[in-house]
């Protein structure tokens, strides 16, 4: 499933209260998917990584405390449990009256002893007295294991059948049109998702013998590409060129760069399409040209800029739906129809417009019979 079908299918199953399980590579995104659905529901979210324990540590170092008998006056002595301070910020999250998403990452990337400890707070929400809070949801994730049938390089600590019958599976697989989407709104560098647009494969590409790329990687990337075109004279290329080979690989690296530098060509702007009286015929061969995935970035971004412009009350919102009309004629028909329902979905403010304007109705139903 891609991102946004996985997020789907996490909100259902804890809607029934049980344990959805995110199975999904390294950097693909199941970190930023649970930060967006404590978002979307306003949830408190509180992250514990299985990888970074230690045996013992979540369940709390044990302490002695005295206690008088109830048949004698003897002292007696008992264990009792320092919390962890991940399961005290949730006490503080529910004193609040807060909704807790507790997200478990890493869950088969630690100790056996520790993966025993976090199933004990999973599957029977306690641990060494502690016990989690009616208002406490928990996510839990993993990377893929080669004892599912595909050959991965994780060092992996597999659950045993029982408990893996406990939790409901969704796998996760990189999408790059969803992480375009996600890449516009994130204000990832342009160039960055010009490549990627141009390069789909890149976005998650295992390279033998070296760096993996993942989405993280592209983000990383980003930041350090806004950093490296502000300091072009301070930074030599050799060494941007080490910092992106050790994000994504040799191989990438040097596409990346080569990319940057070499005239390949920008993507149709907002400007190229809304420029004089009609739609200059230079962009109509253009789009005819251009790939399914650039054509997809392209309509993305000029929506984006259109729905900012009908938000201001723009008083030509009239003459930009004509002329984005006149635009999306040119596109293949089905991307055509996909853009158009993505107007529907996403874009609000262009949609209100859209949908009262005659041309545009009857272009989707024409195009939609032509695929029938």
Excluded at 9 to 34: D, F, N
């Amino acid at each position: 499933m891609n991102f946004s079908d996985t997020l789907k299918s996490v909100y259902l199953v804890l809607s029934i209260g049980e344990v959805p399980l995110i199975v999904g590579e390294s950097g693909i995104g199941k970190t930023a998917l649970a930060k967006e659905i404590a978002k979307e529901n306003n949830w408190s979210l509180i992250v514990i990584n299985g990888n970074l324990l230690k045996e013992g540590e979540i369940g709390g170092l044990p302490t002695i405390e005295s206690y008088t008998g109830v048949k004698d006056d003897h002292e007696k002595k008992t264990t009792v449990y320092a919390v962890h301070h991940k399961l005290r910020e949730i006490d503080e999250e529910i004193a609040q009256g807060k909704t807790v998403l507790l997200f478990i990452d890493e869950i088969n990337r630690c100790e056996h002893t520790v993966q025993q400890e976090l199933m004990n707070l999973i599957l029977n929400r306690e641990i060494n007295g502690y016990e989690l809070p009616e208002g406490v949801k928990i996510l839990a994730a993993m990377n893929p294991s080669s004892k599912y049938g595909s050959d991965f390089d994780y060092q992996v600590v597999d659950m045993d059948a029982a408990q893996e019958n406990r939790f409901v599976w969704l796998n996760m697989e990189p999408d790059y049109n969803q992480w375009i989407d996600w890449a516009l709104e994130a204000g990832i560098e342009q160039k960055v998702i010009e490549f990627i647009s141009t390069f789909p494969d890149y976005l998650h590409k295992v390279n033998e013998d070296d760096i993996r790329a993942t989405p993280r990687s592209y983000e990383r990337i980003s930041g350090i590409f806004k950093i490296y075109k502000e300091s072009k004279d301070s930074i030599p290329r050799s060494v941007f060129l080490n910092v992106i080979r050790g994000n994504v690989g040799k191989l990438i690296a040097e596409e990346f760069v080569t990319f940057i530098e070499s005239d390949y060509s920008s993507l149709i702007s907002f400007k190229d399409v809304f420029s004089g009286d009609s739609l200059s015929e230079i962009i109509i061969e253009k789009i005819k040209k251009e790939s399914h995935i650039r054509l997809y970035l392209t309509a993305k971004n000029i929506l984006k800029t259109l729905e900012s412009n009908m938000k201001s009350h723009d008083s030509n919102s009239t003459y930009y739906i004509e002329r984005f009309i006149e635009f999306l004629k040119a596109y293949p028909v089905d991307l055509m129809i996909g853009i158009m329902k993505d107007i529907k979905n996403s874009y609000h403010e262009v949609y209100k417009y859209a949908i009262d304007d005659e041309a545009f109705v009857n272009l989707y139903f024409e195009s939609y019979s032509l695929i029938r």
